[in-house]
């Protein structure tokens, strides 16, 4: 049996997926997917709940009327199935945050912040995605989430040769510091 190898980097354990398998987004392909589909919202952290609430007045303004009722209703965070933290939905479809850029469904946080009107891009899962972060008491594990709504962004970074943490590089310092990055950039080297 072969178990695949990880990567121990301060408090956390990453996947070598991250280092293998290929990923550039492609919304033309996929139509940022990940914002419609699923059973729940975006994974949230708790202090990204005040985060929210502080900025609900400059976010309000960008998204459709739906989203900004289902928020009103529900609040910037809802209790999942699973028990987690998570962005609620619109009618239990889409994340109520989405706004649609005709058929492309994007973020409505982080439209706000590309025009300046909020310092904080978006949730640090949306950022992260296709990773996905499992907490434990002492250490986190870093994960390659594969999803066939994916198979674009999977294709396109194969076809451009970028792996999931060179795409990621900019929310992975975001997460865990730019010390953290370079030594996960020494252990893709060490294992070449």
């Known amino acids: 049996m072969y178990l695949r190898a990880m990567i121990a980097i301060d408090n956390t354990i990453v996947s070598e997926h991250l280092l293998e398998k290929k990923f550039v987004c492609d919304l033309n392909a996929c139509k940022g997917e990940c914002c419609v589909a699923g059973d729940s919202g975006a994974p949230l952290d708790e202090e990204e709940i005040v985060i929210l609430e502080d900025i609900w007045d400059e976010v309000k303004p960008y998204l459709p009327k739906d989203g900004v009722k289902a928020i009103e209703k529900q609040g910037v965070c809802v209790i999942d199935s699973d028990g987690d933290f998570t962005t609620p ?30 310092n904080w891009k978006k949730p640090i899962s949306c950022h992260l995605y296709p990773v996905r972060i499992d907490k434990f008491k002492d250490y986190d594990a870093v994960n390659y989430h594969k999803w066939d709504i994916c198979k674009p962004a999977c294709e396109c970074g194969a076809k451009l040769d970028v792996p999931v943490y060179k795409f990621l590089k900019e929310p992975l310092i975001r997460k865990y510091g730019k010390n953290w990055y370079k030594q996960l950039e020494l252990a893709d080297k060490m294992r070449k």
């Open 89 to 118: 939905l619109v009618k239990g479809k889409h994340c109520a945050f989405t706004i649609f850029d005709g058929d492309i469904a994007k973020c409505g946080i982080e439209q706000a912040y590309l025009d300046g009107k909020i």
